[in-house]
């Protein structure tokens, strides 16, 4: 008998520790605990005392799994939170799909845009590969990828730039680390351990982590500086667009007056961080590195068929067909994304349907955190939350709106999410116009303070960049030695530099 209690003791044991493993996985038991409280928390306050109050709690809780995004993906904890907001009668399923349909043209550029870029990845490696090899100086290299990065995020996806920028780098990475190790390329080789790494080239392969951590966040800061700029640089680009009713070349222009000056005072922090070597910049590429690297794209340029080469120019097409669509808006975005996707696949011979399902799997975990993004906002919308935020910025005098809003957004979105924050505060603004407690002109000063307060001090962190988020998670983070403090203290002086200038140009400018 007692053998039969003990054994089921254990039976239920198990089980009970199972499910609590199972509960949010490898996320920390302290994180799953707070997660449940909250889970537990909320009915309480919204029966004890208003939906008002149980809704500020919800978004703070919200916001709390944006901020631990490296703890644990937000759509898991985000979602569970959503769901009870809906049970709660916070809001409803119905109000959900309204914000859903309202903003179907952000979800199509998600699904379709993030994946043609993805067909356009060989070429992104070769321009990028190029550059790294055949530029010397590494004031100018750096210039260049911070430059280049801005110029394709302000056309295609900051998160697809920055997945190349990694692709690169940990290519090589390992190329030299190989050879450091002294194991020929037909070798089994693990390059994210040091065991192996001859001591006459340990010296040099710090200094190349260095080279390659500066140059990376060179090029993260330039798709943030590009993504600024155009409808499709950044998701919340096109809800700002799309409430604001700006096509491509109407939204570049509107956020001209900030994004330019923006766009310049970054690449001279650029080339003032190169010069000075502070702030972790200033790493030179050891040339017994360059020697190793320049052997191996010889090789690899041997190797290339003439399918390959025709690969190439196909994608140089698609790309200008690209920059055209958007340009003269010939349609919703997410649909110019779905036509380069057809067109590279067909000419470049991808027909398999595993092939192209890759393409999606990097923008669809995104696409469905949106969704949920829509279900908190749906909270706010329901129970009138930022009404007195709202009518606080009105209040005040029409010359400080606008630096007020930067502020507020660019505070937020340094530990939230940008996406998030852009979508609470637009929807505001909108509201404001609809009933006539701000005129249009009033209402696009607004929207650019908006848009370039989410984008631009955001840098600050990983929380508050995507393609930063996902540097910091990529596989190239530990090899390089790219922590979260060292992320954001090379950051700082981008953070610094980018957010006074385009706060004056808000309040100046525009």
């Given at each position: 008998m007692n053998t039969y209690?003990?054994?089921?003791?254990?039976?239920?044991?198990?089980?009970?520790?199972?499910?609590s493993e199972n509960f949010l996985g490898e996320a920390p038991s302290w994180y799953k605990l707070t997660i449940l409280f909250f889970l537990a928390i909320n009915p309480l306050l919204l029966y004890t005392s208003s939906p008002f109050i149980a809704g500020w709690v919800l978004i703070g809780e919200f916001i709390f799994t944006l901020a631990m995004a490296l703890k644990c993906y937000p759509l898991q904890p985000g979602g569970l939170l959503a769901i009870e907001a809906i049970l709660?009668?916070?809001?409803?399923?119905?109000?959900?799909?309204?914000?859903?349909?309202?903003?179907?043209?952000?979800?199509?550029?998600?699904?379709?845009?993030?994946?043609?870029?993805?067909?356009?990845?060989?070429?992104?490696?070769?321009?990028?590969?190029?550059?790294?090899?055949?530029?010397?100086?590494?004031?100018?290299?750096?210039?260049?990828?911070?430059?280049?990065?801005a110029i394709l995020s302000a056309f295609l996806d900051a998160l697809t730039v920055t997945a190349v920028l990694i692709s690169v780098a940990v290519g090589f990475y390992a190329v030299y680390h190989r050879a450091a190790s002294n194991r020929q390329p037909h070798d089994d080789h693990?390059?994210?351990?040091?065991?192996?790494?001859?001591?006459?080239?340990?010296?040099?392969?710090?200094?190349?982590?260095a080279f390659l951590r500066s140059l990376i966040m060179h090029g993260a800061v330039g798709t943030a500086l590009g993504g600024?700029?155009?409808?499709?640089?950044?998701?919340?680009?096109?809800?700002?667009?799309?409430?604001?009713?700006?096509?491509?070349?109407?939204?570049?222009?509107?956020?001209?007056p900030v994004t330019l000056p923006a766009l310049t005072a970054g690449l001279l922090t650029c080339v003032l961080m190169e010069k000075t070597k502070i702030f972790g910049y200033g790493a030179t590429l050891p040339e017994t590195v360059r020697k190793q690297l320049l052997f191996?794209?010889?090789?690899?340029?041997?190797?290339?068929?003439?399918?390959?080469?025709?690969?190439?120019?196909?994608?140089?097409?698609?790309?200008?067909?690209?920059?055209?669509?958007?340009?003269?808006?010939?349609?919703?975005?997410?649909?110019?994304?779905?036509?380069?996707?057809?067109?590279?696949?067909?000419?470049?011979?991808?027909?398999?349907?595993?092939r192209i399902g890759h393409a999606f799997e990097e923008a669809l975990p995104f696409t469905a955190l949106l969704v949920v993004f829509f279900a908190i906002v749906a909270v706010i919308h329901e129970q009138h939350l930022f009404e007195p935020v709202t009518q606080f910025v009105l209040s005040l005098?029409?010359?400080?709106?606008?630096?007020?809003?930067?502020l507020a957004n660019g505070l937020l979105s340094m530990i939230s999410d940008n996406v998030f924050v852009a979508t609470v505060y637009?929807?505001?603004?909108?509201?404001?116009l609809e009933v006539g407690t701000i005129s249009r002109a009033h209402f696009d000063a607004l929207a650019v303070a908006i848009n370039t307060g989410t984008n631009l001090p955001s840098v600050a962190t990983p929380n508050g960049q995507a393609a930063f988020l996902f540097l910091l998670t990529s596989a190239l983070a530990p090899l390089i030695r790219l922590s979260y403090g060292r992320m954001v203290l090379m950051a700082l002086p981008y953070t610094l530099i980018l957010s006074a200038v385009a706060l004056i140009c808000v309040i100046y400018a525009v």
């Open positions: 209690n003990d054994t089921l003791s254990a039976s239920s044991g198990g089980l009970g520790q199972a499910f709660l009668g916070l809001t409803s399923a119905n109000a959900l799909y309204k914000e859903v349909i309202e903003n179907l043209s952000v979800i199509l550029l998600l699904m379709f845009m993030v994946a043609g870029i993805y067909f356009m990845k060989s070429l992104l490696l070769f321009v990028f590969t190029k550059l790294l090899l055949n530029v010397r100086s590494k004031t100018l290299l750096s210039l260049l990828f911070c430059g280049v990065a693990d390059h994210s351990h040091d065991g192996e790494v001859a001591e006459q080239h340990r010296n040099d392969l710090n200094q190349f982590r600024v700029c155009t409808l499709v640089g950044e998701p919340q680009n096109v809800v700002i667009a799309e409430k604001a009713g700006w096509n491509f070349l109407q939204f570049f222009l509107m956020m001209a191996f794209d010889k090789e690899q340029e041997s190797k290339r068929s003439p399918r390959a080469t025709a690969a190439l120019w196909i994608q140089a097409v698609g790309i200008l067909l690209l920059v055209l669509a958007l340009g003269f808006h010939v349609a919703e975005v997410g649909l110019i994304g779905l036509m380069i996707i057809i067109l590279l696949t067909s000419f470049n011979g991808i027909i398999q349907e595993q005098e029409t010359h400080q709106q606008p630096g007020m809003l930067f637009i929807n505001e603004i909108k509201a404001a």
